[in-house]
Antibody
Framework: EVQLVESGGGLVQPGGSLRLACAAS????????MTWVRQAPGKGLEWISY????????YYADSVKGRFTISRDNARNSLFLQMNTLRAEDTAVYYC?????????????WGQGTLVTVSS | QSVLPQPPSASGTPGQRVTISCSGS????????VNWYQQLPGRTPKLLIYNNNQRPSGVPDRFSGSKSGTSASLAISGLQSEDEADYYCAAWDDSLNGVLFGGGTKLTVL
């Protein structure tokens, strides 16, 4: 069974940092593309970052470019999101999702999400 | 363009057919495949349609997708109460080098 379990969310002050993790199991993580998507409270979905299976290709949304860093450890079946210089507008549930086999915006499995709250 | 425009709401009665539209441009919908996601209240998003009109295993054939030019649509026939959810389109954008989601459509079953 495919499982994605996010962790690392919490309350952080503006300007602070957090590191999210996503533990993957039940599939070949090392050959899968991965993505982070977030959802602000009561709002829609926002794609924020993509990483290829061997970390050779990485993309970011403009809203997080220069502040967030996506990475992965295929030996540990884990995906990470280092978030720096956090702002109130970064408050959201953060989901990790597995890229499907067919196109760049296909995400066939999602984690349950971890809530990040940026507030003083 | 930071989101693909979708109607914020849609509604129908049980058994009806409803459609949800998603608008884009040549840099996203026209030249890339569209996917649709269903998010039930309080739940994680679920892939509903991929590659414009393909259903993953387990998705009922009441759900169908289509694309024409810079627009895409999701149709739900034989509407059921459990279809009440938020629906999002998504497509890669060649100009942004990223994924654009639709703003989401809240479907109410009356």
């Amino acid at each position: 069974e495919v499982q994605l379990v996010e962790s690392g969310g919490g309350l952080v002050q503006p300007g602070g940092s957090l590191r999210l993790a996503c533990a993957a199991s039940g599939f070949s993580f090392s050959t899968s593309e991965m993505t982070w998507v977030r959802q602000a409270p009561g709002k829609g979905l926002e794609w924020i970052s993509y990483i290829s299976s061997k970390s050779k290709t990485i993309y970011y949304a403009d809203s997080v470019k220069g502040r967030f860093t996506i990475s992965r450890d295929n030996a540990r079946n884990s995906l990470f999101l280092q978030m720096n210089t956090l702002r109130a507008e970064d408050t959201a549930v953060y989901y990790c999702a597995r890229g499907g086999n067919n196109n760049w915006s296909e995400f066939d499995y999602w984690g349950q999400g971890t809530l990040v709250t940026v507030s003083s | 363009q930071s989101v693909l425009p979708q109607p914020p709401s849609a509604s129908g009665t049980p058994g009806q057919r409803v459609t949800i539209s998603c608008s884009g441009s040549s840099s996203n919908i026209e030249n890339n495949n569209v996917n649709w996601y269903q998010q039930l209240p309080g739940r994680t998003p679920k892939l509903l349609i991929y590659n414009n009109n393909q259903r993953p295993s387990g998705v009922p054939d009441r759900f169908s997708g289509s694309k024409s030019g810079t627009s895409a649509s999701l149709a739900i026939s034989g509407l059921q109460s459990e279809d009440e959810a938020d629906y999002y389109c998504a497509a890669w954008d060649d100009s942004l080098n990223g994924v654009l989601f639709g703003g989401g459509t809240k479907l109410t079953v009356l």
